[in-house]
């Protein structure tokens, strides 16, 4: 990272992921930037709370010459309480992109957004005091309780108003205070896409979307969660304060953040078209939608496949972070099972553990009460290179997923893979289209949290020496035909050709 008053090709806007977080998004992110060391990148990372000490998981790239960090969920600097009456107009505008909000019929006015989340947003100019302090903001906190929530604790509602709307104030103060160069590129809508759509209406450049997960879906799935027990470290947490009786205003919330970004994106792009067909759904023009699935760089794994022993390891591999999403507690089961008829097996967990310890400390606590001390190792962070040529099986149990890419790299390695049936995974495993159909199953999916049935799966697969080759070929013959990295690459290079970075 070298000059931040340099202007970047790209600015690429980032919620709690890259470059210091691991993980699928991450990867990609950085398998990006590695490709195009032409074009040059600024980053801009979100996360909830600044943490203690800021450690990157990736070496940044020479083309990145900016990282600018910004934590949401810190207390804004507002100064000291003071009676004002607030502007009532200010106040009206609010309250009809709130009504939007909650039936999004048609387009909102530009005017809203603009005034409720830039002109009058900024901490400077005292709007964000008028929203905490006046007279005006109180009534209309008063009047939305009585008229969608008069039966919950007002204290509660009051405090979840005040925590929605902390994070969107505070992006119109760091929407100003960047300068994005040629093009936006948002890798989700959320507080990253809604920063995006700031950027877009101050400096008029153009705004690119890339979904992998779609955000309103996940945000959907841990509201409804009971493993929201605790404020993870990334932005995909709400805020505990009114989340019992409030939870659909979050969710509202980011569902017309998310139409707000669509209608300011062009390309809007997913992995897959299930994806592309719930942003057409959430609001999305299906005339700017595109699909780009992932890729790897083949090459980079090709020698893997040598390093096989002769006999496949009866190894079960899950390569992630160990955190409710994965539902890693399906996978202990399932190799719990297993060893009842494979003493020999063993469940490998290869991913980083800091995100959420707790949970972490729940898998532990379930290994111990199962017994299964000397079957599953938590092996914390490995390079994917190392331990890929040791695994038998690559072994996802998410209850949420897009494009994995840890599928793919096992596949180049030579590697069958056992997974739920979310996200892109039934197209990895079965094929696409027909012709890509035709090359056979790279493995099996199976029912989401169905430890029983991965059980199954996985003993047949490692019971059946024909049918585990047939799989690892299906899989190779896939990932070269399709999911090559340098196809991402020249996609990527095209839209950033069209939004004007020569």
């Known amino acids: 990272m070298s000059d931040p008053a ?151 509602y009051f405090w979840s108003v005040r925590n929605m709307h902390a994070p969107l104030l505070k992006l119109s103060s760091i929407a100003r205070g960047i300068k994005p160069g040629k093009a936006i590129h948002t890798v989700t809508t959320g507080y990253a896409g809604l920063l995006g759509v700031m950027l877009r209406q101050i400096n008029v450049c153009p ?53 707000l970004v669509y209608q300011a994106s062009d390309p809007i792009i997913s992995l897959y078209e299930l994806n592309r067909q719930r942003q057409v759904h959430d609001g999305a023009d299906p005339s700017r939608t595109r699909i780009i699935p992932n890729g790897v760089d083949v090459t980079q794994f090709v020698h893997l496949r040598g390093q096989r022993a002769a006999t496949t390891p009866r190894v079960l591999g899950l390569i992630g ?46 290994v111990e009460s199962l017994k299964l001390e000397k079957h599953i190792r938590f092996m914390g962070f490995q390079k994917v290179q190392d331990v890929l040529p040791q695994l038998g099986l690559m072994v996802l149990t998410s209850i949420s997923e897009a494009f994995p890419l840890v599928l793919l790299e096992g596949f180049a390695s030579g590697l069958p893979a056992l997974t739920t049936d979310v996200g892109a995974c039934r197209d990895l495993i079965y094929g696409a289209e027909p012709e890509d159909r035709a090359l056979g199953s790279a493995g099996v999916v199976v029912p989401m949290v169905d430890h029983d049935a991965m059980a199954q799966a996985a003993f047949a697969l490692f019971n059946d020496p024909a049918r585990w080759k047939a799989a690892q070929q299906a899989g190779i013959a896939r990932v070269e035909r399709y999911y090559q990295q340098s196809f991402v690459i020249d996609h990527y290079r095209s839209i950033y050709r069209e939004a004007g970075v020569s």
């Open 207 to 259: 705004l690119i979307l890339t979904e992998h997960g779609i955000y309103t879906k996940e945000r959907k799935i841990e509201l409804q969660s009971r493993f929201l027990r605790e404020t993870p470290p990334g932005l995909s947490n709400v805020p505990e304060a009114g989340m019992e009786h409030h939870h659909q205003s979050w969710v509202r919330m980011f569902e017309g953040v998310g139409r």
């Open 6 to 156: 340099l202007e970047p090709d790209i600015t690429l806007l980032l919620e709690g992921t890259y470059p210091f977080v691991r993980g699928g998004v991450s990867g990609w992110v950085h398998q990006l930037i590695e490709g195009m060391p032409d074009i040059t990148f600024a980053l801009v990372y979100l996360g909830a709370e600044r943490p203690d000490e800021e450690v990157l998981r990736y070496s940044m790239p020479s083309n990145v010459i900016d990282l600018q960090c910004h934590y949401l969920m810190e207390d804004l600097n507002v100064g000291e309480p003071e009676e004002r009456q607030g502007d009532p107009a200010f106040f009206r505008d609010s309250e009809k992109l709130h009504d939007w909000f909650r039936c999004p019929v048609g387009k909102p006015d530009p005017g809203w957004v603009e005034r409720v989340l830039l002109q009058e947003g900024s901490v400077d100019n005292g709007y964000t005091r008028n929203f905490f302090f006046s007279h005006a903001a109180w009534e209309q906190i008063k009047k939305s309780y009585n008229q969608f929530c008069p039966d919950a604790s007002f204290q509660a």
């Open 321 to 366: 972070r160990i955190v409710p999403i994965k539902d890693i507690k399906t996978f202990i089961r399932c190799v719990g099972v297993l060893a009842t008829r494979m003493p020999d097996v063993e469940g490998w967990l290869i991913g980083p553990e800091e995100e959420d310890p707790l949970y972490v400390d729940e898998c532990r606590d379930l």
